[in-house]
């Protein structure tokens, strides 16, 4: 059987070479022919022996995920809708700013998390993505782009890990794919640049902070237990104490950082003056050690399906206000490419579910409706 190349880490593409008689130094000719040209064809990689291509056109191969749809917004978002096969897709969305150039990335076909306000929650979990396809979803980006662009430089700068999917329930593969972003002979973003997002999954934040201590994300958006065991369900395995106690240790990994809190304002049930001081007493407790933080405060994008609506912007300023005076950095998510439906989740409706999400969600929706009014 063919190995599909963009599965492997560095080391991983040594030890493959290694078996080939190849030593390692053809095998970082090889990943920067990959990752840094997007060359999938070995005879374009002219300064490989006719020997060693001959030999990896046997047993090797580089493959990006067949793009199903391509959109555009005016503002420069780009949207990729990517199949991974028997009936399940994924997506990227590229987010270009003045000074840095995001991609969000998938790490699961669904999720199994099902967070109340994300409509991929919604759609269930169908399976882990391989370490290839998520690597795949930045190794067609950046050069898809490069050609648009007609540039040789780098055009992503930054990648988000949180687009469809719990990467920490996908933490194995996740973990070589991170280290094909950070590698010097890779695409090369400093660990900074790269962020997991996660809605808590505690062990997996420790594993992390010991293999690959990138940026981290919490999806917070709530500011106590009642309230979050309902809108991140993970919340009942893994809460708020305990979440919190594990962003403290992470940061020790990672001195020199600080966590990112995100935060999905929903009108009416977490956007309230006394929600934002709780979350200060959270993050800065009277006793205790406090967290270094910030605050991304996230206009919750509508659809049906959640019984939810987004909180009026004077309500997201009031509530960024009462963070901010308190210390805290806050910021509010500029809402991009609204035009082609760029937030988690939205293109791929299509996505098989197979933890009857939809049933579940419709009774807890019930209870939060009944919390609203
Ligand atoms: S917000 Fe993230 S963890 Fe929660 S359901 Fe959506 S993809 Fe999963």
Not at 98 to 127: E, I, K, N, P, Y
Request: a neutral charge; glycine letters at 6%; aromatic letters at 6%.
């Amino acid at each position: 059987m063919r190995t599909n190349l963009l599965e492997l880490d560095l080391d991983g593409l040594a030890d493959f070479c290694g078996q080939l008689g190849e030593k390692r130094f053809r095998a970082t000719q090889l990943f920067r022919w990959i990752h840094q040209r997007g060359a999938s064809d070995f005879d374009a990689m002219s300064d490989l022996a006719v020997a060693l291509r001959t030999k990896l056109k046997g047993c090797a191969f580089v493959q990006a995920l067949p793009v199903i749809s391509e959109h555009v917004s005016a503002d420069g978002t780009v949207k990729w809708l990517f199949d991974v096969g028997d009936g399940n897709a994924v997506e990227s969305v590229f987010i270009p700013e003045d000074d840095r150039g995001t991609l969000c990335v998938s790490s699961q076909a669904g999720c199994a998390v099902g967070c109340r306000f994300c409509s991929t929650g919604h759609q269930g979990f169908s399976r882990n993505l391989t370490t290839g396809e998520i690597v795949a979803q930045l190794w067609f980006a950046e050069h898809a782009l490069r050609k648009r662009l007609a540039t040789q430089s780098r055009v992503i700068s930054n990648v988000v890990m949180m687009g469809m999917g719990e990467p920490l329930q996908n933490y194995t593969a996740l973990v070589p794919a991170l280290r094909v972003m950070l590698d010097d002979h890779g695409y090369g973003l400093s660990r900074r640049r790269v962020t997991v997002s996660t809605s808590g999954v505690v062990p997996m934040m420790d594993r992390l902070s010991q293999d690959c201590p990138v940026a981290l994300a919490v999806s917070l958006h709530a500011p106590n237990d009642a309230l979050r065991d309902n809108l991140v369900p993970l919340n009942r395995k893994y809460p708020l104490e305990e979440l919190l106690d594990a962003c403290r240790r992470y940061l020790e990994h990672a001195p020199r950082d600080f966590i990112t809190f995100e935060y999905c304002m929903l009108d009416g049930v977490n956007d309230q003056v006394e929600h934002a001081r709780q979350l200060i007493a959270l993050v800065n407790p009277a006793q205790g050690v406090p967290i270094r933080c910030k605050f991304n405060l996230i206009p919750f994008n509508p659809f049906p399906a959640s019984g939810l609506l987004r909180s009026p912007s004077a309500q997201v300023a009031m509530f960024a206000k009462v963070l901010s005076d308190a210390g805290i950095v806050t910021t509010v998510r500029k809402t991009r490419g609204d035009d082609i439906d760029a937030a988690c989740g939205q293109l791929a409706g299509d996505v098989k579910d197979r933890t009857r999400a939809v049933e579940r969600m419709a009774k807890q929706r019930t209870i939060v409706l009944k919390q609203v009014t």
